[in-house]
């Protein structure tokens, strides 16, 4: 169970969205700042970019996921996501699924099928 207070952190978080985010992600003890399309998110670690994803759109709405498109398991190579990890020179194709959460890390496309609407709600 996360030591967490997920209230704490999402003012208008359900009791609901919180125990299914739970039910999403493997344990972690910390929200890690990365950018999403230019924007800062807080994304569990210890969690797939995937998740991470699922997680900040149960937590705020930003974020949707058309599930049917996805295996999460690493085979269907759908999540191709255009990312840039601290350190690389550009940014490179990699699997959502399968990309672990670390600080500094940058979304700069998202693979079809995420919906990400920022901070224009
Ligand atoms: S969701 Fe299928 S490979 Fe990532």
Not at 27 to 55: A, K, M
Not at 60 to 65: N, P, S
Not at 78 to 90: E, F, L, V
Not at 92 to 100: I, K, N, R, V
Request: hydrophobic letters at 40%.
């Amino acid at each position: 169970m996360p030591a967490l207070d997920l209230k704490a952190f999402f003012k208008n978080v359900s009791d609901e969205a919180i125990l299914d985010a739970n039910d999403i992600l493997r344990p972690y003890d910390q929200l890690v700042p990365i950018q999403c399309l230019g924007e800062t998110i807080h994304l569990p670690n210890n969690n797939s970019v995937w998740r991470g994803l699922q997680f900040w759109g149960l937590m705020t709405g930003e974020v949707r996921i058309d599930f049917s498109l996805f295996c999460i398991a690493g085979t269907c190579q759908r999540c191709k996501t255009y990312i840039k990890k601290p350190g690389m020179a550009s940014r490179e194709p990699m699997l959502a699924c399968q990309t672990t959460v670390e600080p500094g890390l940058e979304i700069m496309k998202l693979a079809q099928g995420f919906t990400y609407k920022g901070r224009q709600r």
